[in-house]
């Protein structure tokens, strides 16, 4: 079936490192995605997007990188910095008559001071 | 302040009392969406609005009901709350213009029935 994963569950990086954190798709229609972040008690927060035809885009600090040969994407996150500690989703538009959005299980980013 | 706002945040409830959660967006918004999230599982839809008066099942939307009667709110509610619904449920809202896809969440609430 049509799903959007990520491999890993669970991230810790130094404070000043750069992170990377991975999500696969499956459905080869899908021509935009998007990445979210969620900050403990809170709800998910828009970080950046990317369309199909890009293979790359970048935003403060925050690069999302597209495969569509092998269907995955990434969010690379430079220097990274205790607040970037949260949960982090990936999510995928399914182009259907009302572009109904999946999210994948999120993974959990922890910055070690 | 551009927001969406979710009421109450905390709820704990016993199996089969009517609840309802209510949501408000004071952007203009015609999209609407209520999601639970649960342990491993991401945010799973349940219910969406593409207008007033036009809702919509999402992928898990057994046991609940919406509506939308005006375009700002969009509660949520369980007519008869069961244990399964424990959950953490968030509202979310985006335009159907340029950069639609883009949703706008709640804060979020967490219910537990018991």
């Known amino acids: 079936g049509e799903s959007v994963g990520l491999h890993l569950p669970t991230l810790s990086v130094q404070e000043g490192d750069n992170s990377i954190i991975n999500c696969a798709y499956s459905n080869s229609a899908s021509d935009y995605f998007i990445w979210y972040k969620q900050e403990s008690g809170k709800g998910p927060q828009f970080i950046i997007d990317i369309r199909s035809n890009m293979d790359k885009r970048q935003g403060q600090r925050v690069t999302v990188l597209l495969n569509k040969t092998v269907k995955h994407l990434s969010l690379q996150i430079a220097a990274t910095q205790p607040g970037d500690s949260a949960v982090y989703f990936c999510?995928?538009?399914?182009?259907?008559?009302?572009?109904?959005?999946?999210f994948g299980p999120g993974t959990s980013l922890s910055v070690i001071p | 302040e551009a927001q969406v706002t979710q009421n109450p945040r905390y709820l704990i409830t016993v199996t089969g009392k009517k609840l309802t959660v209510t949501c408000s967006q004071n952007?203009?918004?015609?999209?609407m969406s209520w999601y639970r999230q649960d342990p491993g599982l991401g945010l799973r839809q349940i219910y969406y609005s593409m207008n007033v008066e036009v809702t919509d099942k999402g992928d898990v939307p057994e046991g609940y009901k919406v509506s939308r009667k005006e375009k700002r709110n969009f509660p949520l509610i369980l007519e008869s709350p069961s244990p399964n619904q424990t959950s953490l449920y968030f509202c979310?809202?985006?335009?159907?213009?340029?950069?639609?896809?883009?949703?706008?969440f709640g804060a979020g609430t967490r219910l537990s029935v018991l």
């Open positions: 952007m203009n918004h015609e999209y």
């Open positions: 979310a809202s985006s335009s159907t213009g340029v950069g639609k896809n883009i949703q706008y």
């Open positions: 999510a995928e538009d399914m182009k259907t008559s009302y572009d109904k959005v999946i």
